[in-house]
């Protein structure tokens, strides 16, 4: 079984200071891909950036960015700059190719607020 | 087509009640998707469709629940004699998949969800 773990699930950043989210997963696949959504309060859930597994580079969507170490099963999310519209609740995902389609596992989340 | 949209946004209803919610996915999104949130959580599978047809089911999708996909359009999640632990807010999200470089790629867009409360 696959499983998503985010072991913060509160954290804080003053604005225009960087923050680092973390999240490990335990998979026996080797094919699979890797996620960070975003879902403000009371609005729905938005891709941050995404990382597939066959790639060494990490991904890099403006200012956020991901450090993946795929032996050490392990995904975490930079925020640079953070804004207060970054605040919000963080989740990692990982997604497996079972064909003829493929399964999403969320993590508990991690809260995350930008102080002006 | 602005995104995934649920129908309606909130829904209380007295145990024992069946409630049906409604998912318009993107229009192009062969790929649909049932999830429950709840409090602390994050989302957890229920379901999934590619077009018509219902290809996964999570253990957690009891037989009080069911979900279709008529035409491969929108989707209809129907909760039959809702208990409080019913109680969530239910996230669909779309899908397509392409092929590059030897390789699928996938990405969900979510709608805003429809929180139910079982009183």
């Known amino acids: 079984a696959q499983t998503v773990t985010q072991s913060q699930p509160e954290m804080s950043v003053q604005e225009a200071e960087t923050v680092t989210l973390s999240c490990t997963y335990d998979t026996s696949e080797s094919n699979y891909y890797l996620f960070w959504y975003k879902q403000p309060p009371s609005r729905q859930m938005i891709l941050v950036i995404r990382?597939?597994?066959?790639?060494?580079q990490n991904a890099t969507e403006n200012r956020f960015s991901v450090n993946f170490q795929k032996a050490a099963k392990s995904f975490s999310l930079k925020i640079s700059d953070s804004q207060l519209g970054d605040t919000a609740m963080y989740f990692c995902?990982?997604?497996?190719?079972?064909?003829?389609?493929?399964?999403?596992?969320f993590g508990t989340g991690t809260s995350l607020t930008v102080i002006p | 087509d602005t995104g995934v949209s649920q129908d309606p946004r909130h829904k209380i209803t007295k145990r024992g009640q069946n409630v049906t919610f409604r998912c318009d996915p993107i229009s192009e999104h062969n790929r649909l998707y049932w999830y429950r949130q709840t409090l602390g959580q994050g989302p957890e599978f229920l379901t999934y469709f590619q077009n018509e047809a219902q290809l996964e089911k999570s253990r957690l999708l009891s037989d009080r629940f069911s979900a279709e996909r008529p035409k491969g359009s929108f989707s209809t999640l129907e909760i039959q004699r809702t208990e409080q632990g019913d109680s969530a807010m239910y996230l669909c999200?779309?899908?397509?998949?392409?092929?590059?470089?030897?390789?699928?790629?996938?990405?969900?867009?979510f709608g805003p969800g429809t929180r139910l409360t079982v009183l």
């Open positions: 990382q597939e597994a066959y790639k060494q």
């Open positions: 999200a779309s899908s397509s998949t392409w092929l590059a470089g030897g390789h699928s790629y996938n990405e969900q867009f």
């Open positions: 995902a990982f997604m497996k190719q079972v064909k003829p389609g493929n399964q999403f596992y």
